[in-house]
Nanobody, 130 residues
Framework: QVQLAESGGDSVQFGGSLKLSCVVS????????LGWFRQFPGKRREGVAT?????????ADSVKGRFTISKESTERLINVYLQMDNLQPEDTAMYYC??????????????????????WGQGTQVTVSP
């Protein structure tokens, strides 16, 4: 069973930086894609950045040039990071790490988001004050 656990959320001021981390365990052998999503109050979750097993990445237009997704693998775990720079108040949201076994390419996971069979972490809150 795939498990994801996020950390790193915090409150920062306009223009500040944060680095989110996601520890992924139980990922089966083969191609995969992992992504960061965010949810504003009362809205659906939206894709922020994704990275696949080949290292290809995809970003939402609103974060291009400010956010960077990366990953590193150990024998048993994959760590996925989201470096967020020049944070804006409109970046305030709950951030989730997620995957879907049927979406293994960066662009498709970003656009389609995980389906009912997808796996999600518990989320980490990012708050940016003006």
């Amino acid at each position: 069973q795939v498990q994801l656990a996020e950390s790193g959320g915090d409150s920062v001021q306009f223009g500040g930086s944060l680095k989110l981390s996601c520890v992924v365990s139980g990922l089966p052998f083969g191609d995969y894609c992992l992504g960061w999503f965010r949810q504003f109050p009362g809205k659906r979750r939206e894709g922020v950045a994704t990275i696949d097993s080949d290292g290809n990445t995809a970003y939402a237009d609103s974060v291009k040039g400010r956010f960077t997704i990366s990953k590193e693998s150990t024998e048993r775990l994959i760590n996925v990071y989201l470096q967020m720079d020049n944070l804006q108040p409109e970046d305030t949201a709950m951030y989730y790490c997620a995957r879907d076994s049927g979406l293994t390419r960066a662009r498709e996971l970003l656009v389609l988001s995980p389906g009912p069979g997808g796996a999600w972490g518990q989320g980490t809150q990012v708050t940016v004050s003006p």
